[in-house]
């Protein structure tokens, strides 16, 4: 059933975000946000959301998922003008307190969340975080934002099922295993595989108590707003009613998208609104509209434009702007929601699934 309510969302933003500089060239750039920090800039479109003020997670809530040698390593690069972290990660002299920040955002939207002074919220944030390992920064993130945040709800709000759903192109290996053995912590990543950083193969489902917890739906390149609709609709909205979390985190990445110079896939804007709409009504049935999502990749701006505006869009529950057409019109969301688009790899990332999740209101 479409969601006409118009919603309180949350946006994070902030010019230190910015200040994150990664060097000429670097497709991971300060032009990612500036992109989409421009409309919303807009009087029309700022004075429909919600931009609360926010501060720095302290380095105790970063300890709760990274150890003390990784903090220590991004902290002595404050103050450096470039740093490298590794091959493909660098820093500049902001860049240890901008991870902070974001990994602040993501707390504070957590905790409004569950106050309940907002609906959902979007934080659009820098550094990325989902690759970022307990003990190595990788792949242009330096700490797990998400991850971080999900240790912080488990800590200090005693939330006890949370899902992280990952749709960046690449598959977040550092949040995986971060909750590998975790039966608190369901991690489903929807990712193009084989691509960075390797991991994420259909088997890779958890280990011990966290057996069954970790969902990956790996996918050759090439699919699109149909395909995703399918995984969204046929197995993550079943898991999460036979799951039933308290709260739901979305690696929000962009990459995904037709024509990221990082990727294969296709997805549309179009695509994106489906999915968020699909994820703002699980969350109003199961878990108070406690929704979430976090920017990861995304390297073609106008990808990351108008995925931002669709994702806002759907977040809010009305257009932002009539100029801009990412709000899902019903007709188009229901014919999306029914895909039965053929793939060998849903077929086979569903049939794992059912191994681990026979029972309960689950129709995989």
Same mark, same amino acid.
């Given at each position: ?78 103050? #450096?003008?470039?740093?490298?972290? =590794?091959?493909? +990660? ?30 959902? /919220? ?8 989902? #690759? ?23 800590? #200090?709000? /005693? ?11 690449? #598959? ?22 084989? !691509?960075?950083?390797?991991? @994420? ?8 108590? @966290?057996?069954?917890? +970790? ?6 390149? %090439? ?21 039933? &979390? ?6 929000? %990445?962009?990459? !995904? ?10 997805? +549309? ?17 199961? !878990? ?13 701006? =106008? ?15 009305? &257009? ?9 019109? &019903? ?8 895909? +039965? ?12 699934v059912r191994c681990w999740w026979p029972r309960g209101p689950l129709s995989l």
């Amino acid at each position: 059933m479409q969601q006409t309510r118009v919603r309180t969302t949350a946006v994070y933003r902030s010019p230190l975000f910015l200040a994150h500089e990664t060097g000429r060239g670097h497709v991971e750039s300060p032009q990612r946000l500036q992109c989409i920090y421009r409309e919303l800039d807009r009087p029309e479109v700022a004075a429909q959301l919600l931009f609360p003020e926010f501060g720095p997670a302290p380095v105790s809530a970063i300890a709760l998922n990274h150890s003390d040698e990784l903090i220590r390593e991004v902290a002595a690069t404050a103050g #450096h003008a470039a740093f490298y972290l =590794d091959a493909d +990660t660098r820093t500049s002299a902001a860049s240890y307190e901008a991870a902070l920040l974001a990994a602040g955002a993501v707390i504070d939207g957590i905790n409004r969340l569950a106050r309940g002074e907002i609906d959902n /919220g979007f934080c659009l944030v820098r550094p990325p975080g989902h #690759h970022a390992e307990r003990d190595q920064a990788m792949g242009f993130c330096l700490f797990n934002n998400v991850a971080v945040g999900a240790r912080w709800a488990r800590k #200090h709000l /005693g939330l006890e099922r949370i899902l992280l759903l990952d749709w960046d192109l690449h #598959h977040g290996n550092g949040t995986q295993h971060s909750f590998y053995r975790d039966p608190s912590v369901l991690y489903c990543s929807i990712h193009q595989y084989p !691509c960075y950083p390797g991991s @994420g193969a259909v088997g890779e489902v958890g280990e011990g108590p @966290g057996l069954g917890y +970790t969902i990956n739906v790996p996918l050759c390149s %090439g699919h699109g707003d149909a395909e995703y609709a399918r995984i969204l609709n046929q197995m993550v909205a079943p898991l999460v009613h036979g799951y039933r &979390p308290e709260l739901i985190l979305v690696s929000c %990445g962009f990459d !995904c998208m037709a024509g990221d110079p990082l990727g294969a896939m296709r997805l +549309t804007a179009t695509g994106i609104a489906s999915m968020t709409r699909t994820l703002v009504e699980l969350a109003a049935e199961v !878990c108070d509209n406690r929704l979430l999502l976090v920017l990861e990749g995304g390297y073609d701006l =106008d990808n990351v434009r108008s995925g931002s505006l669709a994702v806002l869009s759907e977040l809010h529950g009305a &257009p932002l702007a009539a100029e801009y057409p990412v709000y899902l019109p &019903p007709a188009d969301f229901d014919r999306l929601r029914a895909s +039965t688009a053929a793939s060998v790899h849903i077929d086979r990332a569903i049939e794992e699934v059912r191994c681990w999740w026979p029972r309960g209101p689950l129709s995989l």
